[in-house]
């Protein structure tokens, strides 16, 4: 009797553990009104009105399928080349250089402002949004919600909840208005509420901070992110290189930097095989993984967008988009 019981105990405890693999559930510790009622009690005394707390919350869902995007692993299973063909077909950059000449004057006064070449305000748009057509139709209210309960990564959630709290509270959009992806980036620009707290402007003076459909907010938030995580406008993010025979690969790293005229010391070229620019930029060498070998001299700027971005694909894709668009 004992014997089955402990095998009863052993079959039963396996199937729990299968079922916690098989489905993604949510990891939090306590029921869900208990966690709420604490999570309004901190944005209360964070400052948070009770009226955005009631209108924020009266519907708030619990959305599983943001919770399996959350727990996905990214598989890389294009290369280089097929990444960057889908990403910037050439619809893309036309639209991008018919956004450039449609929005010349605001572009370039925001571009002057912040010190930040039009065409990488532009491609930065066309690469996280195709110029505000894919914004994200989640409520970022019950992605947050949804994120922050799930323990994974509760505290990192929780604090960009309270922030998008405060973002409904100080008006600068209404709730149900405040969309974006099933991460709570949001807008034409994709910030996050931490992004949109330190970097979004009212550049058009209107007392709103609107990413999602004021164009002269999103390009000055964007413009002012970029700058302010260290933008040189004078220079651009990069370019193709070849390297010759022989060459030692342990020199392929973003932590190795070397000025024009090393790099050229060294054999490093053009991609059509001429000589480096004469100024003395310094600059690293990298190879996008699954790129078969394809490798690139990158500027400060390039490390800039990897700021906003922390994927070399997202980057490339930024920096060659912006070289398609041209300055129009």
Do not use: C
């Amino acid at each position: 009797m004992a014997k089955n019981s402990a095998h009863l105990i052993l079959f039963t405890l396996i199937g729990i553990f299968i079922t916690a693999i098989a489905s993604p559930g949510f990891a939090a510790k306590e029921p869900f009104d208990q966690w709420l009622a604490k999570l309004k009690t901190e944005a209360r005394e964070g400052g948070i009105s009770q009226t955005t707390l009631d209108s924020a919350f009266a519907n708030v869902q619990l959305i599983e399928k943001v919770v399996k995007l959350d727990r996905k692993q990214p598989e890389v299973v294009q290369t280089f080349q097929e990444y960057m063909a889908q990403r910037l077909p050439q619809s893309l950059i036309d639209s991008g250089k018919a956004m450039l000449k449609e929005n010349r004057t605001i572009l370039e006064k925001v571009g002057q402002e912040f010190g930040v070449q039009p065409r990488f305000i532009v491609a930065l748009w066309g690469v996280e949004t195709r110029y505000g057509k894919y914004t994200g139709g989640f409520s970022v209210i019950d992605a947050l919600t949804t994120l922050a309960y799930d323990n994974r990564r509760a505290e990192y959630f929780r604090k960009e909840l309270l922030l998008a709290l405060k973002i409904l509270d100080d008006n600068h959009i209404e709730l149900a208005d405040m969309k974006g992806s099933w991460a709570g980036a949001m807008g034409q620009s994709q910030f996050m509420p931490s992004s949109f707290v330190n970097f979004a402007i009212d550049y058009d003076e209107d007392g709103r901070r609107d990413i999602w459909t004021t164009k002269a907010d999103v390009f000055a938030s964007a413009a002012n992110y970029l700058s302010r995580s260290g933008w040189k406008d004078d220079q651009t993010w990069g370019r193709e290189v070849t390297l010759p025979k022989g060459f030692d690969l342990s020199l392929i790293d973003l932590k190795i930097a070397k000025p024009m005229a090393e790099w050229e010391a060294l054999g490093v070229r053009k991609a059509d095989g001429s000589a480096l620019p004469s100024r003395q930029l310094v600059g690293s060498l990298v190879q996008p993984k699954g790129g078969n070998g394809q490798t690139f001299l990158v500027y400060d700027n390039y490390r800039t967008i990897l700021k906003w971005n922390r994927s070399t694909y997202f980057a490339m894709s930024v920096g060659h988009l912006a070289d398609l668009i041209g300055d129009g």
